[in-house]
C-alpha cells in the first residue's frame, strides 16, 4: 500500500508577555481583594499576572515564555522627548512594591524576564516578535496595550487581555486588525504614529484622527508614498486618490483638505517624530537559548520550584493549575489556542 510521508512538525511557539501592562490592570482590577502573599505582602496584582499568564499558557501550548519589563530607572525615550507620558497619575505604592518584585518571582518560578537598559517591556516584545520569525517560531504577545498592533504579522499575533479576562479578550492577526481599524498590518505604526498616543502624550497629526488616518492609508498603501506624491507632485495624486474613494463612497470629497493638514507646518516632523518614539527596537539579546535544556523561560519547569513559588502567594487553585500547565510538556502549536480566544471577536476600545 502507498505510504505517505509524515506531516511537518509544527512551528514552536513563544509567548512574549507584557509584564507592566498585566500588573497594571490586575491592581485595579484586583485591589478590592486585598490579597498578600504568606510573608503579609500585597499579592493581588501579582497573583493576577501569574494567574492569567498560567490560563494563556494553558490555551496556547508555548514552548517557551519570556515576559518583558520597563527599565524604571532610566527611559531613552523620556531624555529625547521629557514631556513623554507625562500627566500619568502617581503610581499606588502597592502597586509600585508589586512591580518592583515581580521579575524576582518570575525568574524564581524558571521563567525569563528582560528588563533592557533605558527601554521597555514593548521593546522586549518587538525584539520577541523578530526573533520569532528569524527563528522559524510562531509568536503571541500578551498585553493590555495597543502598542504591540504594530508587530502583528503572519507568524505574531497579539491577544490582547481587557475586560473579561483571558476567554473574553481578543486574539488579534492581520485579519482581524484589518477588520478593526481598516489598514494592513505593517501599516498599524504609521497609523497610530498619524493618530498620537493620548496615554503617553504624543499629539497626533492634526486634523488627522482614527478615521481618517485608515483612508489615507488604504487608499496610498504608505506614509512614504504620501510624502513622494507630496515633494514631487504637490499631492495631486493624494487628491486624486481620497476624492475617488469618496465618490464611490457616497461620502464628500475630503483630498484637499486632507492635503492641507498634511503640508501644515510642523505636521510631518510631527509624523517623523511619533515614528521615532512609537518604534519598538527589535535588536535585543533576549537571551534565549531553545536548544539548551533548562535553560530560563523553557517549559516544562521544575515541579519543586513551581510549588514553592506559586505557593507563597497563597492560592491554592492557582498553584494546583500552574503544576498542571508548567511542569508537563508544551503540546505542539497548531496555530491556535485550544479554545474560545481564537473565535472571540470584540470590538475594541
Not at 41 to 67: K, N, S
Not at 210 to 236: F, N, Y
Request: proline share 8%; hydrophobic share 40%; aromatic share 6%.
Amino acid at each position: 500500500m502507498p505510504t505517505s510521508d509524515p506531516p511537518a512538525p509544527a512551528p514552536r511557539l513563544l509567548l512574549a508577555v507584557d509584564a507592566p501592562s498585566l500588573l497594571h490592570r490586575n491592581h485595579h482590577a484586583r485591589v478590592a481583594s486585598g490579597l498578600r502573599d504568606r510573608g503579609g505582602r500585597p499579592a493581588w496584582a501579582l497573583h493576577g499576572m501569574v494567574r492569567q499568564i498560567l490560563e494563556v499558557i494553558d490555551q496556547f501550548a508555548p514552548d517557551a515564555v519570556v515576559f518583558g519589563f520597563d527599565d524604571r530607572t532610566a527611559s531613552v525615550r523620556t531624555e529625547t522627548y521629557p514631556a513623554y507620558k507625562a500627566g500619568r497619575r502617581v503610581k499606588d505604592p502597592a502597586l509600585v512594591d508589586q512591580l518592583q518584585r515581580s521579575a524576582a518571582l518570575l525568574d524564581a518560578l524558571g521563567l525569563h524576564t528582560v528588563t533592557p537598559a533605558g527601554l521597555e517591556a514593548d521593546d522586549v516584545s518587538a525584539t520577541a516578535a523578530t526573533w520569532a520569525e528569524a527563528a522559524g517560531w510562531g509568536c503571541v504577545i500578551v498585553t493590555s496595550d495597543r502598542d504591540s498592533f504594530a508587530h502583528i504579522s503572519a507568524r505574531t499575533r497579539v491577544l490582547r487581555l481587557i475586560d473579561g479576562g483571558v476567554n473574553a479578550s481578543p486574539l488579534l492577526n492581520p485579519a482581524r486588525l484589518r477588520t478593526l481599524y481598516g489598514i494592513a498590518a505593517e501599516h498599524y505604526l504609521e497609523y497610530a504614529a498619524l493618530r498620537g498616543d493620548t496615554s503617553d502624550n504624543l499629539p497626533g497629526v492634526p486634523g488627522i484622527g482614527e478615521k481618517t488616518a485608515p483612508v489615507l492609508l488604504s487608499q496610498m498603501g504608505s506614509m512614504r508614498s504620501v510624502w513622494a506624491d507630496i515633494d514631487h507632485c504637490a499631492g495631486a495624486n493624494l487628491v486624486a486618490a481620497l476624492d475617488s474613494y469618496c465618490e464611490e463612497e457616497g461620502l464628500r470629497r475630503i483630498g484637499p483638505g486632507l492635503l492641507k493638514r498634511l503640508t501644515a507646518p510642523g505636521a510631518r516632523e510631527r509624523f517623523d517624530f511619533n515614528l521615532s518614539i512609537m518604534s519598538g527596537r527589535t535588536d535585543l539579546d533576549l537571551g534565549l537559548t531553545p536548544d539548551v535544556p533548562g535553560t530560563p523561560g523553557l517549559l516544562p519547569l521544575d515541579p519543586d520550584r513551581v510549588s514553592q513559588v506559586v505557593g507563597y502567594l497563597g492560592v491554592p487553585s492557582t498553584t494546583d493549575l500552574a503544576l498542571r500547565v508548567l511542569t508537563e510538556p508544551p503540546a505542539s502549536y497548531d496555530d491556535g489556542p485550544r479554545s474560545a480566544p481564537e473565535a472571540v471577536v470584540v470590538q475594541e476600545r
